[in-house]
């Protein structure tokens, strides 16, 4: 819940122009806030037009940016907790810097829910889910908590709600 309704819409895996992009703002404008819902649903309608999805499915970068940024929220003494939502529809292509981001980004306040869309084999974002045990970076360090979520949304998609 955020009160100013502002939020972050940042995208990941698009080529813009000619070049492949790991992590970007989809409003393409130095600042990634735009007004709630509505304004997420306009940012990517504005974005999709002028851009080609595409793979590599790299998470590490984006982790890494979310991390600072709540990095710097502590710093600043905020007293925020941030969701970092990931939306994909393909499988993972950068585990180990991902491993390696969500590791360092344990001591934050944040949490990451990923949702895999779609019928690829989403069987690496069983492991960044913490479920079955604490995540080792390449050193390996522990995470001190389960901070991610995965969701495979087609076991949902067709479920009614009770």
């Known amino acids: 819940y955020d009160t100013d309704k502002q939020i972050p819409v940042f995208g990941f895996g698009a080529e ?33 037009p002028t851009c080609h999805l595409s793979g590599p499915t790299n998470f590490a970068p984006t982790i890494k940016a979310v991390s600072e940024g709540c ?13 970092l939502l990931i939306m994909t529809d393909g499988a993972i292509t950068d585990i180990d810097d991902t491993i390696n981001a969500i590791v360092e980004a344990d001591d934050l306040p944040l ?14 974002m069983e492991v960044l889910d913490g479920d079955n045990g604490l995540l080792r970076n390449s050193r390996g360090k ?14 949902f998609m067709n479920k009614r709600s009770e």
């Open 16 to 48: 813009i122009g000619r070049t492949t992009q790991h992590f970007f703002h989809v409003n393409q404008s130095q600042n990634p806030y735009v007004d709630g819902v509505q304004g997420i649903i306009n940012a990517y309608g504005q974005f999709l």
């Open 71 to 83: 990095r710097q929220q502590v710093a600043a003494e905020n007293k925020s907790y941030t969701v």
């Open 111 to 124: 949490s990451i829910v990923i949702v895999g869309v779609g019928s690829m084999d989403f069987a690496a």
């Open 142 to 155: 522990a995470t001190r908590r389960d901070l991610v979520q995965f969701v495979p949304f087609r076991e």
